[in-house]
Structure formats: C-alpha cells, structure tokens
C-alpha cells in the first residue's frame, strides 16, 4: 500500500504538518460521516500510523 514515506514526504514535515491536518480533517466536516466523531488526537494518531 502506497504510504506518505513512498511518496518521499519528509518525517519532520509531516510530523510537523499533523497538527494542522487534523485540524483541517475536523473542520472538513468529514469525520461527522462516522457512527463515532474521533478527537484531533485520535486523527494525529491515524495520520502517524499510516506515514510509514
């Protein structure tokens, strides 16, 4: 499966970036779809375990 690493995204930009992507994710209306809403946290932590 095709990671943010293959694609040769940088490990400090997007640990840097994750904040700011889950920030965006919640605000995109997006995660309402699901039976449950998760946290920013719990987006960071998606994000984080897909990067490799």
Known sequence: MPTPQAHGIDTDEWSRLLPLMAEQALASGS???????PTVDEIQDL????YA
Do not use: D, E, G
């Open 47 to 50: 994000y984080a375990q897909i």
């Open 31 to 37: 995660p309402a779809n699901n039976p449950v809403v």
